[in-house]
Nanobody, 128 residues
Framework: EVQLVESGGDLVQPGGSLTLSCVVS????????MSWVRQAPGRGLEWVSS????????WYADSVKGRFTISRDDAKNTLYLQMNNLKTHDTGIYYC?????????????????????WGQGTQVTVSS
């Protein structure tokens, strides 16, 4: 059975850091392109970052470039998102997904079948 389980979300102050984890079962993370996406309050779904199956190509949305780092631990079959210098607009529900996305539009058009290969999400709240 395919499962993607996110964890690590929390309430943090602006400028703080969090590391999100996505523990995967049912498939190997190094066999698929993977993404982090988020549901931002008032803004809808947004693409955050992606990593290719080989792990050699990383992509980031302009809004998080230089602050976030996507990575993988193949031995643990886990995808990570390290988030530094968090800003208020980073608030949202963060999902890992077994798919490559490149734009907010792509994520907003995700079908129900696609979302079967997203996790349940973890809440990140950045607030003073």
């Amino acid at each position: 059975e395919v499962q993607l389980v996110e964890s690590g979300g929390d309430l943090v102050q602006p400028g703080g850091s969090l590391t999100l984890s996505c523990v995967v079962s049912g498939f190997a993370v190094n066999n698929y392109d993977m993404s982090w996406v988020r549901q931002a309050p008032g803004r809808g779904l947004e693409w955050v970052s992606s990593i290719n199956a080989g792990g050699g190509s990383l992509w980031y949305a302009d809004s998080v470039k230089g602050r976030f780092t996507i990575s993988r631990d193949d031995a643990k079959n886990t995808l990570y998102l390290q988030m530094n210098n968090l800003k208020t607009h980073d608030t949202g529900i963060y999902y890992c997904a077994r798919r490559r996305y490149y734009t907010d539009y792509d994520v907003s058009q995700a079908t129900e079948d696609e979302r079967r290969y997203w996790g349940q999400g973890t809440q990140v709240t950045v607030s003073s």
